[in-house]
């Protein structure tokens, strides 16, 4: 069964993800746990009350968003009626980042996904603040959806690793799962100025190998100083309708998450990014 956490501001954005996430796992039996965190935008909004007025503040919000949330699982059971999928709806009064992080582990969630950008956040960037603070800091992988992508089946995957840090089994489940119920083709892609890998790289390399030995993979290393630059020009090559990373210390990824070269992936890629996290989980 199929754990996936979606947090939403009841945007169109969100909406778009919540759609490819149904798409996404229709296959499976999916419990989808639809949640709203309306702390930050409540004390935001009422910096001035006192304390009664902030109360009753809190009483108007939660009802609000527990009648949005039902209206979303609504339009979701009428999207896609599978009796296969369960639904539940989530209303949290804390920070998203936190709530999203203490949901996914009592739930054990196998990922959370969520549009690139919420009803607030700017058209010139790629990523809004409340995903890429979930991506940085939630311990869970993230799928995150542009409101404008609506080629929801995946038939191309681009995986882009070094092969530095052993997998963690259930992130790459995950992975083959989406691209087993599609019959996509995946590639992994290695960006290298060396020509051998070290043991390290080969041992972990052999364990990918064996984790995607159900589907269709072809392994491509390509030179390049540039990591970004390689990456773009092989979505466009490979026609990659999706693009998976990892996040862990040290890595490229969270070179890129700690610096303005994430706009620069983004900005080109227009796909969904799923960003496994290369955390021991239950």
């Known amino acids: 069964m199929r754990k996936v956490l979606i947090p939403t501001d009841f945007s169109t954005n969100a909406m778009n993800a919540i759609k490819y996430a149904m798409e996404l796992f229709k296959y499976d039996r999916t419990d989808f746990h639809i949640m709203h965190a309306y702390g930050d935008d409540l004390y935001n909004r009422n910096s001035g009350m006192d304390k009664v007025e902030l109360d009753d503040a809190k009483v108007v919000a939660l009802k609000s968003a527990n009648e949005k949330l039902n209206g979303v699982i609504r339009s979701m059971k009428e999207l896609a009626p599978n009796p296969r999928h369960k639904y539940f709806s989530i209303s949290v009064l804390g920070s998203l ?47 995150a959806v542009p409101a404008e992508y609506t080629d929801i089946q995946p038939s191309q995957i681009l995986f882009a690793t070094d092969y530095m840090l052993p997998y963690q089994r259930r992130e790459l489940k995950l992975l083959s799962t989406i691209a087993q119920n599609y019959a996509a083709r995946l590639k992994v892609l290695h960006i290298s100025k060396f020509s051998e890998l070290s043991f390290r790289q080969q041992d972990n390399k052999a364990f990918l190998e064996y984790c995607m030995e159900h589907i269709k993979t072809k392994y491509v290393k390509l030179p390049g100083d540039d990591v970004t630059s390689v990456i773009n020009d092989a979505i466009k090559s490979y026609n990659i309708d999706l693009l998976v990373m990892i996040n862990s210390r040290h890595s490229f990824l969270e070179d890129v998450l700690h610096s303005s070269k994430v706009e620069k992936i983004g900005l080109e890629i227009k796909i969904p990014f799923l960003v496994l996290q290369n955390l021991p989980r239950t």
């Open 97 to 143: 980042v936190d709530e999203a992080n203490e949901i996914a582990e009592q739930e054990n969630v196998d990922v959370i996904v969520m549009g690139t950008k919420g009803k607030t956040d700017k058209r010139n960037i790629t990523f809004g603040s409340n995903t890429l603070q979930v991506i940085k800091y939630v311990k869970c992988p993230v799928l």
